[in-house]
Structures are given as structure tokens and as C-alpha cells.
């Protein structure tokens, strides 16, 4: 990997933070960098922290956990985008099984030819791989893992392989916990992981965006609409996600959240439905209506219609 770049962290991440970080001259594998979203705000402390792990600690993987659609795979997409480095992602499931995350034989018109899984394939660019939904992971894909992050080979047994990972290597994942499981029981399919396979981890945690900058993502996203509107969504999200997260001695009272990507689709449903006759109150009330589930869920209706009048929204 060449590495000649070298920029600050406020010219790549628009963040107030003077370090200097090295950008990627030449891509491992070109297709494989992210495309740069422009869209993309950028917290000043998980920049910070997620550039201390890259400069400083090559070893662990860096684990961004938190709740659902608070920006954990967008953000590690877009870090490394502006890194210009290519990333091999494995959207991990329980089902998923090594043979999936390391390589396996596949049928190619006629013929049965070797296929790197997003692991081997990293591995040997020396590039990115992203494991999304991580604390899905079964023991089995989590134990090969663990021993690459341990500094291991992966060992391909089918080819009588054993590949080293390259120079650059790194290990990004995302989860909607800590990796203990999930004590309410809101996302299904999540168990609790190895506790070595977590401590091979650099942690951060991934809450929803500061007011501040979530009003102005809505804001570019949707320029036409009044900023009074704007400001009012994202105070009944942050409300609803009080409710929803809980605190230490109120455990959460809903089990459907309003997030950063509820907003986003929210507030395009509302552009459209305010061009209607009708009023604020109904058309606020129709666009939550199609992007959360009012129909099974009659806690979250109810406590978003208590939210929307105590803010004087009806
Ligand atoms: N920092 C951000 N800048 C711009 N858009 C964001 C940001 N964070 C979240 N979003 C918006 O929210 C959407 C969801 O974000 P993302 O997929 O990264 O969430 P997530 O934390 O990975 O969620 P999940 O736990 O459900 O996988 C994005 O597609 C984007 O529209
Ligand atoms: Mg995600």
C-alpha cells in the first residue's frame, strides 16, 4: 500500500481537529472504495476517536455499536471513502456460515472455481472488511475471526492455504450492542458474543445525533421545508428516543424507535404530503403514520400523539 497523503483531519471530515492523518495514494482494490456521500455530517468525537484507532492501534478492530439507524454503517463507510480505502463488507447473519465468510467453491458455467469471501479477500488486499451486524454473528464465523484479529492466518483448508493477512488489513464492525445481548429484547436475532472475540475491539458507541447536527442534515436534505418544521421533528424524535432507550432506573417504555434514517424518510413522505389541503397536525401525523408501524404498535402511537401535544404540535 502506497501512502503519501497526508492531510488534516478537518480537510477530509470537516471537523475542528488539527491531526494529520495519511490518505491512501493508491486504492488496494479501486471498485471497492466507497463512494463519497456528501451528505455525510461528521461527529467531531467519533472522527476523533475512530482516527486514534487508525493512527495508533493497527491491531484491534474497531467495533461502533448503538442504537438502530443512529449512523454506525454509514459512518464507517464514509471514514474510510475519505481515506480512499476499499472496504469488503459481510452483512453477517445467523445463519451465515464460514464457509460464506472465508471462501467457498462455487458453480461457474459448468465449472466449480474457488470464491474469496469478503474476509480471505480483504485479507489478501490488505484492504477494509466491514462486518456489519456483528453481534450476529455464529460462534463459528466469530472464533475465525477472533483468531485473525489475534494476528492469525486464515487457513483454507479446501486449497491447503493459509493466507496472511496483508499490510493495511483492518477490521471495522457494527452491532446494536455491546456484544452482551440484548437486554429488552428489541433486535431480533442478536446473541451475546464471545467475550475474546469482543476484546479484540477498539469500542465506540454510536448514540443518535446531537440536535444541532441532525437539524442541519434535515435541513440541507430538505431545503424547502420551513426550519420551524425541521426543528419540531427532530424534537419528537429526540423525545421518542428517550422512551425508547430508557434510563438507568426507567427502562424504556416503547420498543419502536424514531432514528436519524426514520427521519430522513419521514420528512420526505412530509414534503410531499404538505402540498395537500390539510392541516400541520394531520399531515405530520400521516407521514409518521407511513414510516412506523401505527398499526401493530399502539404504545408508540400513543406516545408520540402525547409528545406532539405537549410540544403544542396539535
Ligand atoms: N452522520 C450522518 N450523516 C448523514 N446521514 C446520516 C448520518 N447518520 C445517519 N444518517 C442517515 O441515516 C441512515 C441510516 O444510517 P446507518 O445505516 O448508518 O445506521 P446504522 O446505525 O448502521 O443502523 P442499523 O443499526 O439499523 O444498521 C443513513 O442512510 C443516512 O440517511
Ligand atoms: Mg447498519
Known amino acids: 500500500m502506497e501512502e503519501i497523503m497526508r492531510k488534516t483531519i478537518k480537510e477530509l471530515f470537516g471537523v475542528d481537529l488539527a491531526a494529520q492523518i495519511t490518505v491512501n495514494d493508491v486504492p488496494e482494490v479501486p471498485e471497492r472504495v466507497p463512494g463519497i456521500d456528501a451528505g455525510q455530517i461528521f461527529i467531531k468525537e467519533m472522527v476523533a476517536m475512530a482516527s486514534i484507532w487508525y493512527l495508533y492501534d493497527q491491531r484491534s478492530g474497531l467495533y461502533l455499536y448503538g442504537p438502530t439507524g443512529s449512523g454506525k454503517s454509514s459512518f464507517s463507510r464514509q471514514f474510510m471513502a475519505r481515506l480512499n480505502r476499499s472496504v469488503y463488507e459481510f452483512h453477517s447473519t445467523p445463519q451465515s456460515e464460514p464457509a460464506e465468510f472465508k471462501g467457498g467453491f462455487h458453480l461457474k458455467g459448468g465449472n466449480t472455481v474457488w470464491v474469496d469471501g469478503p474476509l480471505t479477500a480483504a485479507a489478501r488486499a490488505g484492504a477494509v472488511l466491514l462486518v456489519d451486524e456483528l453481534d450476529t ?35 471495522v464492525a457494527t452491532g446494536n450492542t455491546a456484544g452482551n445481548g440484548d437486554a429488552w429484547g428489541r433486535y431480533a436475532s442478536v446473541r451475546r458474543q464471545n467475550i475474546a472475540l469482543m476484546d479484540c475491539f477498539a469500542k465506540i458507541e454510536v448514540g443518535y445525533m446531537p440536535e444541532g447536527l441532525e437539524t442541519g442534515l434535515l435541513g440541507k436534505m430538505f431545503p424547502k421545508l420551513p426550519a420551524t418544521i425541521i426543528k419540531g421533528f427532530v424534537d419528537l424524535a429526540n423525545d421518542v428516543r428517550k422512551l425508547f432507550i430508557g434510563a438507568e432506573d426507567a427502562p424504556p417504555s416503547i420498543d419502536v424507535t424514531l432514528s436519524t434514517r426514520d427521519m430522513v424518510r419521514t420528512m420526505g413522505y412530509f414534503a410531499i404530503l404538505m402540498k395537500r389541503q390539510k392541516s400541520l397536525p394531520e399531515n405530520v401525523m400521516d407521514a409518521l403514520a407511513i414510516s412506523l408501524p401505527f398499526g401493530e404498535n399502539a404504545a408508540l402511537k400513543v406516545a408520540i400523539t402525547g409528545i406532539l401535544q405537549r410540544r403544542g404540535f396539535t
Open 137 to 171: 454473528l455464529n460462534p463459528g464465523c466469530a472464533m475465525v475471526l477472533k483468531s485473525v484479529l489475534d494476528g492469525g492466518s486464515i487457513a483454507l483448508p479446501e486449497l491447503g492455504e493459509y493466507v496472511v493477512p496483508k499490510k493495511g488489513f483492518r477490521v
